[in-house]
C-alpha cells in the first residue's frame, strides 16, 4: 500500500509577483457593490483567508482535528446562481460580477503569501509538467486555456478544434480524441512558452470542488471499462482484504467510500487528472489567469470568453448532450452524507486550495443536515 502523503494539494516555493493576478470583466459598479449584500458568507469566507490563517492550517495539518463545517449562508449561494436566471439576466450578471471580484481577491491575497509560487518556473518539475500538458493553445486568436477535466474541458476541446480547422462544426457527432489536432503549451521551447503567457488571454473553468469528484467517480467506474480495469481493481484489491488475490474482480464495484480512502492515499502531484485537485492542474498562483469561469456560470462566462478572444459569431459553446446525467444537490448530498465522517474530514484538506481559491463553501455533512 502507497504511504499516505499530507500535502493538501500543494508545494510551497518561491515568491509571488506584484500587480495583477486576475483581470476578471470590468468589475462592478459602486451602486451595485451595494448587491454584494446578498453575499455575506462569501465576504466573510474572504476575510478568513485573508487573515492567512487558512494557510497555516494547512501547513499545520490542522485541518484534519477540524469539525466539517456548514456552508456559511446555508449553502444557499449556489442555489442562487443556478436560479437567478429566472430573474432575467441582469440578476444574474450582477451576482457573476460580484463573485468574480470576490474571486479575484481570494486569490490575490492566497497568492501573495510568502510560500507560494511566483511563476510556472518557479514550481517543481513535476508541477510545471502537469500544468504546460493542460494548457491548450490558440495562437490565431491568441489565447491560452487550461483544461480541467469534468468541468465542460470536452466541450472546449470541441471549440478549439473547430477554431483551428481541425473540425467543421461543434456539434458533429464524434468521439471525442482529447490529443489530436490540439496544441499544448509543454510542446514550446521556454522563450517561447514566456512569450504567450505574457501576451496571451489566460483563461480556466471550476467547478465545486465535490460535485466535480463524485462526476469523475459516477462516470469513470460506473461507464468506463478502461479505468475499471486499471484503477478499479487496484481500489478493490488493496481495500477488499478477502479479494486481494482474486483474479475475477473486474473493478465495476467500486464504493465511493473505497474511492474516497484510494484518493486519501495519492500523492495529490501523481494523481489522475480527473481526480487531481484544479489547483495542481492550473497552478493559478504561478499562472496569471485574465479569467476564471465557473461550471454554475458555464453559458454566459464561456460566452463571454469566445466574445473576448473575438471568435466567430457563429461559433458558440455546445449545448450539453442530452445523455449528461448532472450531478444534482440531492445526489451530493446523499453520497456525502454516506461516507464515514473520518473519511470526509480527511479528503477535505487535499481539496481545500480549490475550496479557498475558487470561493466554494465546505460541505454541510452534519448529522443533522443529513437527516434530511
Known amino acids: 500500500m502507497l504511504p499516505r502523503r499530507q500535502d493538501y494539494g500543494m508545494k510551497m516555493t518561491g515568491g509571488v509577483r506584484g500587480g495583477s493576478v486576475i483581470n476578471f470583466r470590468t468589475t462592478v459598479s459602486s451602486g451595485r457593490r451595494g448587491s454584494s449584500a446578498v453575499l455575506p458568507s462569501v465576504l466573510t469566507f474572504l476575510v478568513i483567508v485573508a487573515s ?29 446562481i443556478r436560479q437567478a436566471g429566472r430573474h432575467g439576466p441582469d440578476a444574474v450578471d450582477v451576482e457573476t460580477q460580484i463573485l468574480q471580484e470576490i474571486r479575484n481577491r481570494t486569490i490575490r491575497t492566497m497568492c501573495s503569501q510568502k510560500n507560494m509560487p511566483h511563476s510556472i518556473w518557479s514550481l517543481s518539475p513535476l508541477q510545471r509538467k502537469t500544468v504546460l500538458q493542460h494548457i491548450l493553445v490558440n495562437d490565431q486568436y491568441h489565447f491560452l486555456y487550461c483544461y480541467v477535466p469534468k468541468v465542460a474541458c470536452s466541450n472546449w476541446k470541441r471549440v478549439l478544434k473547430v477554431l483551428s480547422g481541425a473540425l467543421e462544426s461543434v456539434d458533429v457527432n464524434i468521439k471525442m480524441n482529447h490529443q489530436n489536432d490540439l496544441l499544448f503549451l509543454s510542446s514550446f521551447k521556454p522563450e517561447e512558452i514566456r512569450y504567450r503567457l505574457k501576451h496571451y488571454f489566460k483563461f480556466m473553468f471550476v467547478r465545486e470542488p465535490m460535485e466535480r469528484l463524485l462526476s469523475a467517480y459516477r462516470n469513470k467506474f460506473g461507464e468506463i471499462q478502461s479505468y475499471q480495469k486499471k484503477y478499479g481493481v487496484e481500489i478493490i484489491k488493496r481495500y477488499r482484504k478477502s479479494r486481494a488475490k482474486d483474479a475475477s474482480i473486474t473493478g465495476d464495484d467500486v464504493t465511493f467510500g473505497e474511492f474516497v480512502r484510494y484518493l486519501l492515499d495519492e500523492d495529490v502531484e501523481r494523481m489522475n487528472e480527473h481526480w487531481m485537485p484544479m489547483y495542481n492542474l492550473c497552478q493559478p498562483c ?10 454554475e456560470h458555464l ?56 475550496f479557498s481559491l475558487f470561493t466554494y463553501p465546505l460541505p454541510n455533512t452534519t448529522t443533522q443536515h443529513c437527516r434530511h
Open 299 to 354: 453559458e454566459s462566462d464561456s460566452a463571454y470568453v469566445l466574445q473576448h478572444v473575438g471568435a466567430p459569431p457563429h461559433i458558440q459553446f455546445p449545448e450539453r448532450q442530452t445523455w449528461y446525467k448532472p450531478v444534482t444537490t440531492e445526489t451530493l448530498h446523499y453520497y456525502l452524507c454516506s461516507l464515514p465522517q473520518k473519511l470526509l474530514k480527511e479528503l477535505l484538506p487535499k481539496y481545500i486550495l480549490d
Open 286 to 295: 504561478a499562472v496569471n489567469y485574465n479569467f476564471i469561469g465557473s461550471y
Open 52 to 80: 492567512g490563517g487558512l494557510l497555516l492550517m494547512i501547513e499545520k495539518g490542522m485541518l484534519n482535528s477540524m469539525e466539517t463545517p456548514p456552508p456559511r449562508g446555508s449553502g444557499k449561494r449556489l442555489d442562487f
